[in-house]
């Protein structure tokens, strides 16, 4: 009879344990370590309002990451996400009322209305993503750059140069108002890694998403519409997007040009340090929360110790790189494993 | 003809190649044992036997690739001992493999002088000479092909008579093609023949690796048979058939004697057909092939690797769209545009490798559960009830150890395989397409397989496996279809068949 494979010898059940669990343990570490350090270097950094603050900085941010967890677990990238949140941005705008001074020929419309086209046209951004990927076969790192190209593009037609104020109410309200004192944005972006979550831990699709990361030739050869896959994540990731950029808009209180660039390396930076593996098939939103914790910290902690602000753009490259370091080293780890064919 | 064969050189002087007495074995298997063999100079020598026979092994350690090994080699009698394929270019041997190295996007010159491209003073490359060169040196094989060509709009053939004139123009006086003609048409087959005899004609020798006897038999002065690791025999063509030919492959004896070696097939044509393919072709890889899967049936299909089994598989299966025929299931055409679409329609699918349809880090009932998670839950899925699937098959399957929670990376490759299979079991499927099932199996596992397989079939499902080990499709067949460069050339549906059968017609 086929034997079990009998445990490696040196290979104890904790070692096994350490080395799966590596890409979650080490960024709740890593974000206890930052907290310790900033609360001691520091007197208004452990404090109920600050936490508050760090919640609602990394609100927008977290929005376009769920997108990305998603995409991220099926091994694609999707480098658009920032474009697409400010060209969204910019779009609800555009189908809002200007105050007379500012100087963009837009489309007025109702409110629900403009948010709905809004929305679609977002959508239309993740169908073209989709469609470039699974039926051309560009690589979504090539395809998005691509899309965050036209994005940009359609940003700089649509305001020339200006700056637009005014949005419609809905999105006034949730992307820079307050209930229970609490701001609408983290309550949106809480409910956005609710239903992730749920999504990719208790439904079909969710399993498929992982395991498409997982193999995809397997998942192909068991009968997963790998394609169909691949296009859900990219057209949810664009969706995610969208909404980050209306609610950033109404967060700093204008849209215009280039407002989001920075969204994309913290975006990208939140789902890979908190563990989820570029490789696909591994990690999720627990994950993703907690990089955006560390990420929120470390941003938010930098500021109270009054650190020179350039050298913060250092200290972040360097956090990236050791969590790049430690998530490709807990897949070499894992694949390097006990257990061999 | 076959009184001219042997004109070219043989008789005078010591053999140009010789190695005696080799043995090498890997990590305590032996994969030959004792083994002479002789080249002649101006030979054209063909190397026969089963997959793992030990043939490649042979030609590998006189190319240079494998270097342990007990025995001794001598070139021109003069003994010598390889420690690299580099090494073996300097003292004229070269292989060319059954993959093809070249590169597609470089021209014919360039391929020719793969890493070696000749330069002008300045340092940069001389095209001018690399392309009058290369002319030179293909048109010495009697081709007219302009070196400016790109590598990849060739034909197949041609590019490995390319890869052939690399080869040779490194210096090699001994070449080694292995399975040369697998991937060759006729007329591809014809021209490279040309090549070879001119080759012979100017004194160099060539080992002819092949399963396609009848190639080996056209072509060859003397034919060496390989069988268990052991040189059989060695004879000049003109005194062999294939009958001789298989005969000594197979063993005359064991023929009769072992399970797998023959079988009773059992087709019955009042079967309903539930799968027909009718003159499919796709590329190279299928020419007008047609085959029917009745239910209840195991069908074979046996030929050498790259005979278009993987490409016929897959476009079953919806992974690959066939060119040209027509695919009927209960009778009506279908065409599958995703392996979804093939699963939604009752076809299951199993590939040769674990690696393309199993999760390793993902626990067993994850990797059963991928296939049916539609039908045990819409939207939602049914953690319990995957558990409770996962952990019935372990139980009639004898996975190894029952639980449904465990990494399925821990778990042997016979168990993984059987999850695998599990897979495809829990709603009957209408066809069951597996290629390779048992390769690579312990005996325990492989019986298992065998026996799920059998039930499976006495269920009502029509089977297709597809195989290139004999020993698979005589133990699962109930009918046997044999495969040869993508066309169907026998079937089998009743009576006796032998393994020297298959062989036969393959």
């Known amino acids: ?341 | 003809m076959p009184e001219a064969k042997f004109a070219g050189g043989g008789g005078e002087g010591p053999p140009l190649l010789e190695l005696q007495a080799v043995s090498k074995s890997f990590g305590g298997v032996a994969a030959l044992r004792d083994v002479d063999f002789s080249l002649l100079r101006g030979e054209i020598h063909g190397l026969v036997g089963e997959n793992g026979a030990g043939k490649s092994t042979t030609m590998k350690i006189i190319a240079g690739v494998h270097t342990d090994y007990e025995g001794a080699m001598r070139i021109d009698g003069r003994e010598v001992r390889l420690r690299s394929p580099r090494d073996a270019l300097a003292e004229g041997v070269g292989m060319v493999h059954q993959e093809l190295s070249t590169v597609a996007d470089l021209s014919v010159a360039e391929n020719v002088f793969l890493g070696a491209h000749p330069l002008t003073r300045f340092g940069v490359v001389d095209w001018a000479r690399m392309n009058a060169e290369a002319r030179r040196q293909i048109a010495s094989l009697g081709l007219d092909l302009d070196p400016r060509a790109r590598m990849g709009s060739l034909p197949v053939g041609l590019q490995q008579l390319v890869e052939l004139s690399r080869v040779l123009f490194s210096g090699a006086r001994i070449l080694i093609l292995d399975e040369p003609t697998s991937a060759l048409s006729p007329p591809e087959v014809a021209r490279l023949f040309q090549v070879l005899r001119r080759l012979r004609g100017e004194g160099r020798s060539v080992v002819f690796i092949s399963h396609f006897l009848d190639d080996v038999l056209e072509i060859s002065d003397r034919v060496t048979v390989f069988r268990n690791g052991r040189k059989v025999v060695t004879e000049a063509t003109a005194r062999l058939d294939k009958e001789a030919v298989i005969g000594h492959m197979i063993g005359r004896h064991m023929a009769e004697m072992h399970m797998g070696e023959a079988a009773d097939l059992a087709g019955d044509d009042a079967r309903p057909v539930t799968l027909e393919v009718r003159e499919a072709s796709l590329g190279r890889a299928l020419d007008r092939f047609s085959i029917s899967l009745r239910a209840g049936e195991i069908t074979g299909v046996y030929g050498f690797m790259g005979c278009g089994q993987i490409e016929l598989a897959r476009a079953l299966f919806g992974k690959l769209p066939l060119g040209g025929g027509e695919v009927r299931l209960d009778g009506r055409p279908v065409r599958f545009r995703s392996t979804a679409a093939a699963r939604r329609a009752g076809i299951a699918f199993l590939p040769e490798s674990r690696r393309m349809m199993l999760f390793r880090a993902e626990p067993v009932y994850k990797n059963v559960s991928i296939a049916i998670l539609g039908r045990i839950g819409r939207v939602l899925l049914k953690p319990a009830r995957e558990r409770e699937i996962a952990a019935e098959h372990a139980r009639d399957l004898q996975i190894r150890p029952p639980q449904a929670g465990i990494p399925l990376g821990s778990l042997s490759g016979g168990n993984q395989q059987k999850v695998a299979l599990a897979k495809w079991l829990t709603f009957l499927p209408r066809v069951l397409i597996l290629v390779e099932p048992t390769r690579g199996m312990d005996v325990g596992a492989k019986e298992d397989v065998i026996r799920i397989l059998k039930s499976l079939r006495d269920r009502g499902v029509a089977i297709l496996v597809l195989s290139t080990e004999p020993e698979t499709i005589l133990t699962l067949a109930d009918r046997v279809t044999v495969m040869k460069k993508g066309a169907a050339t026998r079937e089998f549906s009743h009576g006796r068949i032998a393994k020297s059968d298959l062989l036969a017609a393959a």
């Open chain 1, 1 to 341: 009879m086929a034997s079990v494979d009998p445990a490696r010898p040196g290979a104890s059940p904790l070692r096994r344990f350490l080395v799966d669990q590596m890409r979650n343990i080490a960024p709740v570490f890593t974000l206890l370590v930052l907290v310790l350090f900033f609360s001691f270097a520091s007197s208004s950094f452990f404090t109920v309002a600050n936490a508050k603050n760090i919640a609602s900085q990394v609100s927008i941010t977290g929005i376009i990451a769920v997108g990305l967890t998603f995409v991220i677990l099926t091994a694609e990238i999707d480098l658009s996400v920032a474009a697409i949140a400010n060209v969204i941005g910019i779009t609800v705008a555009y189908f809002t009322l200007q105050p007379d001074y500012v100087n963009i020929a837009n489309m007025p419309l109702n409110g629900v209305l403009a948010v709905g086209l809004t929305l679609l046209s977002c959508f239309a951004f993740g169908c073209l993503t989709a469609f470039g990927v699974t039926k051309i076969g560009i690589p979504s790192f090539i395809m998005t750059l691509a899309v965050m190209q036209i994005a940009n593009g359609v940003s700089a037609l649509l305001v020339r140069g200006q700056i637009a104020y005014n949005f419609p109410d809905v999105v006034t309200t949730l992307g820079s108002g307050s209930i229970f004192g609490i701001r609408w944005t983290i309550i949106v972006c809480l409910i956005f890694l609710a239903a992730a979550h749920f999504v990719l831990t208790y439904t079909r699709f969710g399993r498929y998403v992982y395991m498409v990361g997982g193999n995809r030739e397997a998942a192909e050869y068991s009968g997963v519409n790998v394609k169909m896959i691949i296009a859900a994540v990219m057209i949810i990731s664009a969706m995610c997007s969208g909404v980050a950029g209306m609610l950033g808009v109404a967060y700093f209180g204008s849209a215009q040009q280039n407002q989001f660039d920075t969204f994309l390396l913290d975006a990208i930076a939140a789902v890979v340090v908190g563990g989820t593996s570029l490789f696909g098939g591994r990690g999720g939103i627990g994950n993703t929360i907690v990089g955006l914790l560390v990420l929120g910290v470390l941003n938010n902690g930098l500021d109270h110790i009054q650190i020179d602000s350039f050298l913060k753009i250092l200290i972040r490259g360097l956090i990236l790189l050791v969590a790049l370091i430690i998530n490709v080293y807990a897949q070499v780890l894992r694949e390097t494993g006990p257990q061999t064919d």
